[in-house]
């Protein structure tokens, strides 16, 4: 008798996974031989954080981001900083709490990440206090996600290259570097900025030869990625207001078509690339060619105000010198003209770097084996993390436990 055997796809259950969480999206990262993103909304690798409630059953992502614009009051969206309130959504014939619509999300994500590993970090946003870190953990429990524990995302970020930066080795690989500085060795400070629906917000974070430790952290509300879009949205249909007579915003349909072009409009400025948006109706279209640097001059009151943010904010945490980096995240380096204004307000020889998206989960991940191993305290590490890092000697030896607030 012969035997015959078909070899199904066999995952590396083994590898770690690290996800990214904020108020606007989810993204994930699966470490291992090879490093991947995760596809969490097929076709796509990141999860919007809105959800619809057009239809019977509330949808998570793309659907719901597809009409915030059009139907505002049945998308439930800028969640994540009112865990823990009793603030309410009535979006259609559904109603959520913060709790609920992040356990919407989570439930979606829980598929992807469960096919790659049984070991998976959340990296969180600064600005999320001790009792909302564990209502994340109690609604991630809910929806069976298999954490292995919880980080500040900036903490994460540093701890993950904080070998470089103390050997004195280009600690960002794969950043866009805006001002390439000779990396210094040693113990040194980087500030983190990064952005989402809820605000613009920095960290400050110290490397020292055993740890890495918060130093401080600042939010802006007023300058969300929001905002920033809302002034481009705006900018963009006075223009088509000057050159056609009509106004996208009087039109549902086409407010939604040009909201969902700004991402990709967003990288090519970043990218120096010529900007071409389409607002059209049943009865009319309008082609707007627009140049990076008009994007920039529409949101000028923004990231003046932000590179000034960023530069009190630094100065106010009365470091002993200079931090050693600024790094954004991709979210927030994408924003026009803020890459520009924080370099302006950044004291000379510290090195200004955009970070590629997945660096944040990438660094999560980096925590899993950590905390598997008991390296870690089993708490979210929202002060210091330590690093264990080999000494000049080559012992190796690491620093005492430091918990944070216990999730």
Aim: hydrophobic share 45%.
């Amino acid at each position: 008798m012969l035997w015959s055997r078909k070899s199904a796809p066999v995952h590396d259950r083994s590898r770690a996974v690290g996800v990214d969480l904020t108020a606007s999206r989810v993204r994930a990262e699966a470490v291992g031989v090879k490093s991947r993103p995760l596809v969490l909304d097929a076709p796509e690798e990141e999860l919007a954080l809105f959800v619809s409630g057009e239809r019977r059953t509330a949808e998570v992502g793309r659907v719901a981001l597809g009409i915030c614009r059009k139907n505002p009051h049945l998308v439930c969206s800028n969640f994540l900083a009112a865990l823990g309130q009793s603030r309410e959504w009535r979006v259609g014939r559904h109603t959520f709490i913060a709790e609920t619509a992040l356990e919407l999300a989570f439930d979606k994500i829980r598929g992807p990440i469960a096919t790659e590993t049984e070991a998976a970090a959340l990296a969180l946003p600064v600005y999320l206090g001790p009792a909302q870190v564990t209502r994340v953990g109690v609604t991630a429990g809910r929806s069976k996600l298999a954490l292995k524990g919880t980080a500040v995302g900036a903490l994460a970020l540093v701890a993950d290259r904080a070998a470089a930066l103390l050997a004195g080795r280009p600690a960002a690989p794969g950043a866009d570097w805006v001002v390439p500085m000779r990396p210094a060795g040693g113990p040194g400070a980087v500030v983190v900025v990064d952005a989402d629906e809820y605000a613009l917000f920095a960290a400050v974070v110290s490397v020292e030869p055993e740890c890495v430790r918060l130093g401080g952290s600042a939010v802006w509300p007023r300058l969300a990625v929001k905002a920033w879009k809302d002034r481009l949205l705006d900018a963009v249909s006075d223009r088509c207001v000057r050159l056609c007579r009509r106004d996208p915003r009087d039109s549902a349909d086409a407010e939604q078509a040009l909201f969902g072009q700004l991402d990709e409009a967003l990288d090519r400025a970043r990218a120096g690339q010529r900007i071409g948006l389409t607002v059209q109706t049943a009865h009319w279209f309008q082609d707007i060619a627009q140049q990076p640097e008009e994007f920039e001059a529409h949101c000028s009151a923004l990231w003046r105000l932000a590179g000034d943010s960023v530069r009190d904010f630094t100065n106010g945490i009365g470091l002993a010198e200079p931090p050693r980096a600024v790094w954004l995240t991709d979210t927030a380096g994408r924003l026009p003209g803020l890459v520009r204004a924080v370099h302006a307000n950044t004291p000379e020889g510290t090195a200004v770097e955009v970070l590629p998206p997945n660096a944040v989960a990438a660094a999560a991940a980096a925590l899993v084996p950590r905390w598997l191993s008991g390296d870690l305290p089993r708490s979210h590490l929202d002060s210091v993390v330590p690093l264990g890092l080999p000494l000049a000697g080559g012992a190796g030896r690491k620093a005492p436990p430091r918990s944070g607030s216990a999730t």
